[in-house]
């Protein structure tokens, strides 16, 4: 049996990286006594792998991996006793059975993500507005210089962002995360400020992703623009 973990990362545990939170719950798992499986050969680990890592600096209410189970435990009881023993700023919201094939993993499905960016501009408060936002996604492209491995290259990131305006708490974007496509929040807020004539460095940023998707468009839907996202935790079913 697979499980899906979905959990919040927040306060400072923003500022720890990807390596640092699948350690952390390695020790969850085993101080909550959760039967996982783990691997054959000389040198077993735990199986279990992450959807689209979080960023270092970003807090999260969304974020997912999955297990394979050795043995049967209920969600109520696995995520009563992971939050018994996660650290603070650790909460693990729900524990859910999952399908059994290989493309159906976190990380293989993750395609889509939410994020709430908090900005402000240190020197003369908010600055950007709704009609600011409707320009920028108006254009046709959108280049920005991505950062890559071993050198950097222009990319059109229109395609990328999906949804985007401004609310009462701060700019949401709705934008590609996952292994096939991935546009970060500060890419998007650093184009939005080239755009809006706006000087990066004079700007404070908080970022925060809200919740992730798989995407289950058709051909036919995706033929007359629509696009069907489902969360990840809306994939799985609570075991009882």
């Known amino acids: 049996m697979k499980a899906r973990i979905k959990f919040k990362k927040e306060g400072n545990l923003r500022f720890i990286g990807h390596l640092d939170?699948?350690?952390?719950?390695?020790?969850?798992?085993?101080r909550a006594r959760i039967p996982i499986a783990f691997t054959a050969g000389y040198n077993p680990h735990m199986i279990m792998s992450f959807a689209s890592p979080l960023g270092i600096g970003l807090?999260?209410?969304?974020?997912?991996?999955?297990?394979?189970?050795?043995g049967h435990i209920s969600s109520a009881e696995a995520v009563r006793r992971m939050n018994a023993v996660t650290a603070e700023g650790m909460e693990v919201i729900?524990?859910?059975?999952?399908?059994?094939?290989?493309k159906m993993t976190a990380m293989a499905i993750a395609s889509a993500a939410d994020y709430l960016v908090g900005c402000k501009c240190?020197?003369?408060?908010?600055?950007?507005?709704?009609e600011r936002i409707t320009g920028f996604l108006g254009q046709q492209e959108i280049v920005v210089t991505k950062q890559t491995k071993r050198s950097e290259q222009e990319a059109d990131i229109r395609p990328l962002?999906?949804?985007m305006e401004?609310?009462?708490?701060?700019?949401?974007?709705?934008?590609?995360?996952?292994?096939?496509?991935?546009?970060?929040?500060?890419?998007?807020?650093?184009?939005l400020c080239r755009f809006a004539g706006i000087d990066e460095a004079s700007m404070t940023w908080t970022?925060?992703?809200?919740?992730?998707?798989?995407?289950?468009?058709?051909?036919?839907?995706?033929?007359?623009?629509?696009r069907k996202l489902v969360t990840l935790e809306a994939l799985g079913k609570d075991i009882e």
Not at 64 to 70: G, N, P, S
Not at 173 to 187: C, F, H, R, T
């Open 94 to 102: 729900s524990f859910r059975q999952i399908a059994e094939e290989k």
């Open 207 to 226: 970022r925060r992703r809200l919740e992730m998707y798989a995407d289950l468009t058709s051909e036919e839907e995706r033929a007359e623009g629509i």
């Open 59 to 70: 807090t999260s209410q969304g974020e997912y991996f999955d297990i394979e189970l050795a």
């Open 21 to 30: 939170v699948m350690r952390h719950f390695q020790k969850v798992m085993r």
């Open 161 to 163: 962002i999906y949804q």
């Open 166 to 191: 401004l609310t009462k708490e701060g700019i949401y974007l709705q934008l590609a995360a996952g292994s096939a496509q991935n546009l970060k929040p500060e890419l998007v807020m650093s184009a």
């Open 122 to 130: 240190r020197e003369n408060g908010a600055v950007f507005t709704q």
